[in-house]
């Protein structure tokens, strides 16, 4: 039985090593700016996703977000999903209603939003790197976008790229490059994606989903070649107020 808080006070994050969390930090500031006193929002480290049940069972919920690495496996949870949630494959934000639980997906939303002021004409091609959660919304966006992508893996399959692939021609074609793996996170801020950054040029833009350190060293790398790059800061506000408009709209 889903225990609902008609009045909307209690959210939080679903995850796991979520310590860092971007998502608690936000709406415990934004809850304060409103004057929502009577709202809070937690965390909620999971070590595996069969502890949602518990958590649902066990708590008086509005409303989830969800993050690495759960977003897919959350969706055999709920009692429904929202059609753009099911074709991309992923959920992260989830609503409290009253038949059950409801996934939706806003890192597609926050990802165009973010990424828009980016684009040239020219980039009508994209490497993503990592096959997570996260990359199926940016696969979506960049499809509806008429932008040609492919996934680059350590382990690829069909149609997918290793990142051994990624040479000087291809990245003379692939003029956008979205990291969707957490290589590069802090405490590991020298990390970064194995690709070969010699032959980037002006024309490319780096989009990390990184935003803890601001500058990844994935996004250095484009800074001294000259090429465009953008963090995941505004991803991740664009998707927390989406969310946010989700929970409200009763």
Not at 39 to 45: L, T
Not at 92 to 97: A, E, W
Not at 111 to 137: C, D, M, N, V
Not at 166 to 171: E, K, S, Y
């Amino acid at each position: 039985m889903v225990k609902t808080e008609d009045n909307g006070k209690r959210f939080g994050l679903v995850g796991k090593n979520i310590s860092y969390s971007f998502s608690k930090g936000y709406f415990t500031s934004k809850f304060k700016d409103l004057g929502l006193v009577d709202h809070s929002y937690e965390n909620f480290d999971l070590q595996d996703i069969s502890a949602f049940t518990t958590l649902i069972e066990n708590n008086r919920l509005s409303g989830l977000n969800v993050t690495i690495p759960y977003k897919e496996d959350v969706m055999a949870y709920l009692d429904e999903i929202d059609p753009q949630a099911a074709a991309i494959g992923a959920v992260n934000t989830i609503k409290f209603t009253k038949n059950g639980l409801k996934g939706y997906n806003t890192d597609a939303y926050g990802f165009e939003q973010s990424l828009r002021p980016h684009l040239k004409q020219y980039h009508k091609k994209a490497l993503i790197l990592g096959t997570g959660g996260a990359s199926k919304a940016i696969a979506y966006v960049l499809d509806g976008l008429g932008i040609d992508f492919c996934f680059v893996s350590r382990k690829p399959l069909r149609f997918q790229m290793h990142y051994d692939e990624i040479t000087a021609t291809v990245l003379n074609s692939y003029t956008l490059i979205v990291n969707c793996s957490p290589v590069g996170t802090f405490p590991d801020i020298d990390a970064k994606p194995n690709i070969p950054y010699v032959h980037l040029n002006p024309q490319h833009l780096l989009f990390d989903l990184i935003y803890n350190p601001e500058k990844t060293a994935f996004l250095q790398e484009a800074e001294k070649k000259g090429a465009g790059y953008a963090n995941g800061l505004p991803m991740l506000q664009f998707q927390a107020e989406k969310a946010w408009e989700i929970w409200n709209n009763r």
